[in-house]
């Protein structure tokens, strides 16, 4: 089973795929140069249904949005999370929203902080995987290794 996991923001997602319980492909992109809410929810739908049929996704998985004290930055969230789980819906997409404590309390992630929890994220990628990658792909691994060993096992 192919499972590919989203760390959606408005701005870069990070994803990560499994086979199984096996990382086989990650990576970042970019939707910075898009100016309006609405045109960078648009062109991140459209990525991620090229990106689902390119890489023969299976089931997916996408981590749930917190409150983090700007309120225009989470309402630009609840509307993609919105539009995804919409589309996900429309296809009759197998799905999971992973809540971010799930999958931190999973691999160990610890920090007061969000820089501390971002980094310890990066060392558990590394120590797991042996790849450095930026804090948006590990989340989107570390994601991912929560939902082939604890929800699908």
């Given amino acids: 089973m192919r499972l ?9 997602v990070g994803w990560s795929i499994f086979d199984d319980k096996v ?18 929810v648009s062109e991140i739908k459209k990525w991620m249904t090229d990106t689902i049929v390119e890489k023969k996704a299976e089931v997916f998985a996408i981590e749930d949005i917190q409150f983090q004290g700007m309120i225009t930055a989470y309402r630009s969230l609840a509307e993609l999370i ?5 589309h996900f819906y429309d296809n009759d997409y197998a799905y999971i929203i992973v809540k971010n404590g799930e999958w931190k309390k999973y691999c160990e992630i610890k ?30 691994i570390c994601i991912g290794e929560y939902v082939v060993n604890k929800i699908l096992k």
């Fill in 4 to 12: 590919i996991c989203f760390d959606q923001s408005t701005a870069i």
């Fill in 23 to 40: 990382l086989v492909d990650y990576g970042l992109q970019n939707f910075k140069k898009f100016k309006s809410s609405d045109q960078k």
């Fill in 82 to 86: 919105g539009v995804i789980k919409s």
């Fill in 111 to 140: 920090g007061r902080k969000r820089a501390e929890q971002k980094a310890n994220a990066q060392k558990f990628v590394k120590n797991k995987y042996n790849i450095d990658v930026a804090e948006d792909v590990c989340d989107a």
